[in-house]
């Protein structure tokens, strides 16, 4: 008698609802899969730390500089601006490591979603029918999943859009109340008048918001669903 391959069943029919203990039975702690999936969560949670830590820097270049630039009456607004620009390193080197991040976390989303979620209640059928394939792909030819440009997004809507509008809080008090010198005359660095200096900085701020807030199609995966991944919004 022939016996049905994978792709002759029907996960989501009553009849092969039985297939979900099967998955389990693959995850059990001492097969191979349980292994993989241990080693995804590993590498998931080191690409974490180090998105961590990268923020963690940032926070303390921002305080160091802050505290420096207010710590006396002749200390020149242009620090502020250089620790503006060390965020703005920090942030590039952030959304690289979000890259990475999300190809592991994808991996570990796709374990969870098809073989826990499924195991535990497959009335509701599989998350992606083909997920086997996919993840057989991505382990064949890893490739980053996101564009620079949404990494950079949603780095800036985590945490680096409320640093860089404290930095510009800070260096506006500076330029307007920890100087003689009249705005916007107080802005200028050497020959570089003030007005040009605040316009570019403005410019910058404004650039940062529009790639943080404009409409896109997320294709980061993400645990905790505030929003519609994947789905135009």
């Known amino acids: 008698m022939t016996q049905k391959s994978a792709k002759d069943i029907d996960p989501g029919s009553a009849e092969h609802r039985e297939v979900g203990e099967g998955l389990l039975e693959e995850m059990a702690p001492s097969s191979s899969m349980a292994h993989l999936y241990r080693g995804e969560i590993h590498r998931m949670k080191f690409w974490r730390e180090r998105l ?7 926070v303390i270049v921002m305080s160091g500089v802050l505290t420096w630039g207010f710590s006396g009456p002749n200390r020149p607004h242009y620090i502020i601006l250089l620790g503006i620009a060390a965020l703005t390193a920090f942030l590039f080197m952030e959304a690289q490591r979000y ?3 999300d190809l592991w976390r994808g991996r570990v989303r796709t374990l969870q979603k098809n073989v826990f979620a499924y195991g535990l209640d497959p009335s509701t059928g599989l998350e992606d029918p083909s997920w ?10 890893p490739v980053i999943k996101i564009t620079r440009e949404e990494a950079i997004a949603h780095r800036l809507r985590r945490i680096y859009l409320l640093l860089f509008t404290i930095m510009l809080g800070a260096w506006t008090i500076h330029i307007a109340a920890f100087t003689t010198t009249p705005w916007p005359t107080s802005a200028s660095i050497g020959v570089i008048p003030g007005l040009l200096v605040i316009g570019i900085v403005v410019a910058l701020y ?11 199609t997320w294709q980061a995966e993400d645990e905790l669903h505030s929003r519609d991944i994947g789905k135009h919004r």
């Open 52 to 58: 961590d830590r990268t923020t963690n820097w940032a």
């Open 206 to 216: 404004l650039v940062a918001v529009f790639i943080a807030v404009r409409p896109r």
């Open 132 to 141: 086997r394939e996919t993840l057989s792909q991505d382990y064949r030819t």
């Open 99 to 101: 890259r990475g991040y």
